[in-house]
């Protein structure tokens, strides 16, 4: 059975669910994973993942400036600990390296390694493909309607952050 025969299913028993925002919610929910994955196989020969990936290139938008671990992980959404150790692995390769920072010893600062910019000029083209291959049955226009209606729904659920 689909999951849309499976929501069809649910609001058959009630009626007050809202069928067409619960399809939207699942598909974008499950259309987001399923993105995330497809990037992921790109990125396999680079043994690099996602957030990985994410994590040097906003490094490299840096120019050579460091970066707190902190700022990077609002950027990607992740926690102070997923933050550790997606940084431990990047550190570990080479690709990225901490250092005490000097305006206060406390914080440590991140810089992306000379290795780190070569894995992400290398591994850029593979993920723009899979990006390019994920969104291209949607079109132009579409892009742009799609990427216009996920802002507004972005910038109103941040509204609805406690």
Do not use: K
Not at 59 to 84: C, K, V, Y
Not at 85 to 92: K, T, V
Not at 115 to 138: C, D, S, T
């Amino acid at each position: 059975m689909s999951f849309e025969d499976r929501i069809d299913r649910f609001c058959a028993g009630h009626p007050e669910a809202p069928r067409d925002l619960i399809l939207a919610s699942r598909l974008l929910m499950r259309t987001a994973r399923l993105l995330r994955s497809h990037i992921d196989r790109a990125l396999a020969p680079f043994e690099l993942d996602l957030q990985q990936y994410l994590a040097i290139s906003l490094l490299a938008t840096d120019d050579n400036q460091p970066s707190l671990p902190s700022e990077l992980g609002i950027t990607l959404d992740a926690t102070r600990t997923q933050m550790t150790r997606l940084m431990d692995g990047l550190e570990a390769r080479g690709l990225v390296r901490r250092h005490a920072s000097a305006q206060d010893r406390r914080s440590t600062e991140l810089v992306l390694t000379a290795a780190g910019h070569r894995m992400l000029e290398r591994a850029a083209p593979a993920v723009h493909a899979a990006y390019a291959e994920a969104w291209g049955p949607v079109g132009e226009s579409g892009l742009a309607a799609a990427t216009r209606a996920l802002n507004r729904m972005h910038q109103n659920l941040l509204t609805l952050e406690p």
